[in-house]
């Protein structure tokens, strides 16, 4: 296949775009199992918060690394420049660490754990709502600062110092997410890039993490019956 990848833009290649529709996806999956929840099924309970936990981690992970590898780069340059963006960031980890003592609250509660399930569900919500903002804002103002001031090699710089500090485990969850949100020819590219980046063994055993089970490449229905 010889189309273009639609994540890589006329001006070259877009630091936030993949990654974001990976957590958007992410997000609202994660918001729909808290509103299916049902309190009074303790498994489902029990699952749902260890998937929040698993949410939570993945999205500090991703403002961990842009605050590292992107937000410290662009000040360098551009004194200023992503101050938005970091004060927004500041505001996220707010927001998990309420959603985190809500969710031990939920672990907790007895007869009112239907009441506080619904409170984390629409912290949850808020939470996601004010994501969307900030990913749009970091696609829309962020990312044209950058390409104005980075040179392709630069930028191409960027994303590998991103993807080099990922541990195994957690590029799995991240992989999961970007693969499952993204459009077949853009899946497509994604994971013929990595085929031809990575040693043989190391591919087959992230995507036999992301996808669950041994997975032959060119295979792009089983993988869709998985992620999507």
Same mark, same amino acid.
């Given at each position: 296949?010889?189309?273009?990848?639609?994540?890589?833009?006329?001006?070259?290649? &877009?630091?936030?775009? @993949?990654?974001?529709?990976?957590? #958007?996806?992410?997000?609202? #999956? *994660?918001?729909?199992? !808290?509103?299916?929840?049902?309190? =009074?099924? &303790?498994?489902?309970?029990?699952?749902?918060?260890?998937? $929040?936990?698993?949410?939570?981690? !993945?999205?500090?992970?991703?403002?961990?690394? +842009?605050?590292?590898?992107?937000?410290?780069?662009? +000040?360098?340059?551009?004194?200023?420049?992503?101050?938005?963006?970091?004060? &927004?960031?500041?505001?996220?980890?707010?927001?998990?660490?309420? !959603?985190?003592?809500?969710?031990?609250?939920?672990?907790?509660?007895?007869?009112?754990?239907?009441?506080?399930?619904?409170?984390?569900?629409?912290?949850?919500?808020?939470?996601?709502?004010?994501? $969307?903002?900030?990913?749009?804002?970091?696609?829309?103002?962020?990312?044209? $600062?950058?390409?104005?001031?980075? =040179?392709?090699?630069?930028?191409?710089?960027?994303?590998? =110092?991103?993807?080099?500090?990922?541990?195994?485990?957690?590029?799995?969850?991240?992989?999961?997410?970007? !693969?499952?949100?993204?459009? #077949? =020819?853009?899946?497509? @590219? *994604?994971?013929?890039?990595?085929?031809?980046? *990575?040693?043989?063994?190391?591919?087959?055993?992230?995507? @036999?993490?992301?996808?669950?089970?041994?997975?032959?490449?060119?295979?792009?229905?089983? *993988? +869709?019956?998985?992620?999507?």
């Amino acid at each position: 296949m010889n189309a273009k990848p639609e994540f890589e833009t006329v001006v070259g290649k &877009d630091l936030y775009y @993949a990654v974001h529709k990976g957590i #958007r996806l992410a997000n609202a #999956r *994660m918001l729909i199992a !808290l509103g299916q929840t049902d309190a =009074s099924d &303790d498994s489902s309970v029990i699952r749902t918060l260890g998937a $929040l936990a698993a949410h939570l981690e !993945l999205s500090l992970q991703h403002l961990t690394h +842009e605050n590292d590898r992107i937000h410290s780069v662009v +000040e360098a340059r551009v004194p200023g420049g992503s101050d938005h963006q970091g004060e &927004d960031h500041d505001h996220h980890l707010k927001a998990f660490a309420d !959603l985190r003592r809500m969710a031990e609250d939920v672990a907790a509660a007895g007869v009112d754990r239907a009441v506080k399930l619904r409170r984390l569900y629409q912290r949850f919500a808020l939470f996601m709502a004010d994501d $969307l903002t900030h990913m749009h804002e970091e696609e829309t103002e962020l990312m044209p $600062l950058i390409t104005a001031h980075f =040179s392709p090699e630069e930028i191409d710089g960027i994303e590998h =110092s991103i993807v080099a500090n990922i541990p195994p485990a957690k590029m799995a969850g991240f992989g999961k997410f970007m !693969l499952g949100a993204a459009s #077949r =020819s853009e899946r497509i @590219a *994604m994971v013929t890039g990595m085929r031809q980046a *990575m040693p043989q063994e190391a591919f087959d055993g992230l995507f @036999a993490a992301i996808i669950g089970a041994p997975w032959t490449f060119g295979d792009w229905e089983t *993988m +869709e019956r998985a992620l999507c």
